[in-house]
């Protein structure tokens, strides 16, 4: 049964790697810097982790909702006489923060409850 889960993981590693570096590569085997900021994707990762709870919809949905972020409000998409193209990264950023702010206060409204009660506090994630 382990082996079984170690190979899935394996060969979806392998898929997504494959996948990572035509993304980054592209099709031309140019990098494109100016779409991607590439230092910040692994953060992002664990942020969509966080998010999903670390099951696959879950995941797949975090992931939907950020890859919308970073293109909705990359420069290209926004019209310069009504938001300055410089702060769409930082708004992708604030917004991401916060979801991850509000994820991460569930815990801990759900621990201060329970200490409250005198109770153990028993989580799924």
């Known amino acids: 049964m382990a082996r079984n889960y170690f190979l899935a993981m394996a060969i979806a590693g392998a898929f997504a790697g494959i996948a990572g570096a035509i993304d980054i590569l592209g ?3 140019r990098l494109a810097t100016g779409d991607v900021q590439t230092s910040t994707i692994g953060f992002t990762g ?12 879950g995941t797949g949905l975090a992931a939907l909702l950020f890859g919308a972020l970073l293109t909705g409000t990359s420069t290209r998409n926004l019209d310069p006489t009504i938001f300055q193209p410089e702060l769409a990264s930082n708004l992708t950023l604030l917004i991401q923060g916060l ?16 200490r409250m009660r005198g109770q153990r506090v028993v989580t799924t994630a």
Not at 48 to 57: E, H, K
């Open 27 to 29: 099709w031309q085997f």
């Open 46 to 57: 664990i942020a969509v982790a966080l998010l999903g709870r670390n099951t696959a919809i």
């Open 99 to 114: 979801v991850i702010l509000f994820v991460g206060l569930d815990f801990v409204v759900l621990w201060l409850l329970a």
